[in-house]
């Protein structure tokens, strides 16, 4: 397989983007200017290992590159770190590194720091392990060139590596940051959790946790002569409620804002000043259940656990009014999906549809299954991360009571319960995901496959299948996925694997919802994604 044809592999999802409106662009930079923008959560550390999160992927892909980055018109893979790749052997990938790059303390980037970023980052903390699947070794040409050595054959290695940023290897020794610390499982906080130190257009320059972050432009960036931002600071302020962001919206405390509150898109759009952008995401939002404890953490059932039943998870799918959902809560800005991918990534299929909302067939489900009177359980659901979150998690709640499930919502901001979830701390609760590769690949090995324990018994990965769906079948098929060079045999492989998901209702998906920016007439220009990435260097204020 040529070059050519892998990089078509990371080009899967063209055209997705399609606003409705897209801000006016402008080709001449005006005097240097300040962004200040806002969204509902914060940013969970400044490294970026420690959460898989698109939030703080996005934020801090500005100030650490992978080795390509992703177009954010097209998706389509370019060079980064790398100038060019190629496969040597069937199980060897060569990457050529750019050459006069330089970390923002002024220190070389070089072979050494790819291969200690490749340690770093499947390290006992990180939440990004899976970059480098089936990779048994990473090793130095020389200065600018290394090998990437895998099991088998991967023909999508490198698909996921634009949010995947490279550490400087002396910086991290110097700091004692050579491993990932998460505070919210415990860990002491290290160096690398509130400073920064990569290669990209902006320099971390202060962090004030739930309060502000900012950034500078960094002077030195290698490709600073392609792109023509006049953006020299930024000023990230999280501001969870939505009636204080559009607040400091209209008033013009900020520049920018995501997510757009649905309820406030024709008042932004009708304020003279301000304007809403909004695309396709490829985000699908989701209820997951907790599959494997014999008994579930927080439910009134004793003895056993009701979502070993596929019954009792169906139940639960065909109890949720998602037509309901998608105009009374998301008011259309959302596409119900039968998938745990959306349209735009690769193996999406038209042909899987979702099963109907009937209350009466949910209740006999749940009669067969031995709960004609239903039971209680707790759904936990995040409050500043997803589009109307929270309301759509009330929402099933009352759905729910109408098939004689009582449930206890629980609700927190998503740097505390994502936490509670890597621990599977959960028994039913709500996430979204984006596949950063644009393949089927990504959630069928992050959410579906089976997780791995140790000899404790103990799960040793615990991104991202929190309810540990388990299926053998499913399994056989996603390790076929990983390293068939085929693409007819791949596809077939794919839509199989997915069947099986669908069929055993592994989760709930909801929607693949809209994204919904929104810039005053401060901002000249900036490129929207599908992605749902802010990527400041595309930014030009007027």
């Avoid at 701390?425 to 393949?439: N, V």
Wanted: proline share 6%; net charge neutral; charged share 25%.
């Amino acid at each position: 397989m040529n070059r050519t044809m892998l990089t078509a592999l990371g080009m899967l999802a063209l055209g997705l983007l399609g606003s409705t409106a897209i801000v006016a662009t402008t080709t001449t930079p005006a005097a240097a200017k300040t962004l200040k923008w806002a969204s509902q959560g914060d940013l969970n550390s400044a490294d970026p290992y420690m959460r898989n999160q698109t939030l703080s992927l996005s934020i801090m892909s500005n100030v650490y590159e992978g080795l390509i980055r992703r177009n954010p018109k097209t998706l389509a893979i370019e060079p980064g770190l790398a100038e060019k790749w190629e496969i040597v052997e069937p199980t060897r990938w060569r990457f050529h590194l750019r050459k006069g790059v330089k970390f923002h303390d002024g220190k070389p980037f070089t072979a050494d720091d790819v291969v200690f970023s490749a340690d770093r980052v499947r390290s006992k903390g990180s939440d990004l392990k899976g970059r480098l699947p089936g990779v048994k070794e990473v090793k130095k040409v020389d200065d600018h060139t290394v090998d990437f050595v895998t099991e088998k054959p991967n023909p999508i290695l490198h698909v996921e590596w634009a949010t995947w940023g490279i550490f400087s290897k002396a910086w991290s020794e110097d700091n004692k940051a050579t491993e990932v610390a998460d505070p919210t499982k415990g860990d002491a906080p290290n160096f690398a959790t509130t400073n920064a130190n990569g290669t990209g257009p902006f320099m971390l320059k202060s962090r004030e946790a739930d309060v502000k972050t900012v950034f500078v432009a960094n002077p030195n960036w290698w490709a600073k002569d392609q792109f023509k931002t006049n953006v020299t600071e930024v000023i990230f302020t999280p501001i969870k409620s939505a009636p204080t962001r559009v607040a400091a919206l209209l008033s013009g405390e900020i520049d920018f804002m995501e997510p757009v509150p649905v309820q406030d898109i024709d008042r932004i759009n009708n304020n003279k000043g301000t304007r809403v952008i909004s695309s396709p995401e490829t985000r699908v939002v989701y209820f997951g259940f907790d599959h494997h404890r014999d008994e579930l953490m927080y439910s009134s059932v004793k003895g056993k656990n009701p979502f070993k039943d596929k019954r009792v998870r169906q139940a639960f799918l065909q109890a949720i009014d998602i037509q309901a959902i998608k105009t009374k809560v998301m008011r259309n800005m959302a596409e119900p999906s039968a998938m745990m991918i959306g349209k735009g990534i690769h193996g999406w299929e038209e042909s899987f549809k979702r099963l109907p909302y009937n209350p009466d067939a949910a209740k006999k489900l749940l009669a067969d299954a031995g709960y004609p009177n239903g039971f209680e359980v707790q759904l936990d659901c995040p409050n500043d991360r997803y589009v109307n979150d929270e309301p759509i998690c009330q929402a099933t709640v009352g759905m729910l009571q109408r098939i004689g499930v009582k449930v206890n919502l629980v609700t927190k901001s998503n740097t505390v319960l994502f936490g509670e979830y890597q621990k599977m701390e959960t028994s039913f609760y709500m996430l979204g995901w984006a596949p950063g590769s644009y393949d089927s690949w990504n959630p069928m090995q992050f959410l579906h496959r089976t997780v791995a324990t140790g000899p404790d018994g103990k799960p040793t990965a615990t991104c991202c299948n929190y309810g540990r769906w388990s299926n053998k079948p499913f399994d056989e098929l996603v390790d076929r996925i990983a390293q068939e060079t085929d693409q007819k045999k791949r596809d077939a492989l794919i839509h199989d694997a997915w069947k099986i998901a669908i069929d055993e209702v592994a989760y709930i998906p909801l929607h693949q919802q809209t994204i919904a920016w929104s810039a005053r007439d401060t901002i000249a220009h900036l490129e929207p994604h599908a992605g749902n990435e802010f990527l400041w260097w595309y930014v030009q204020m007027k």
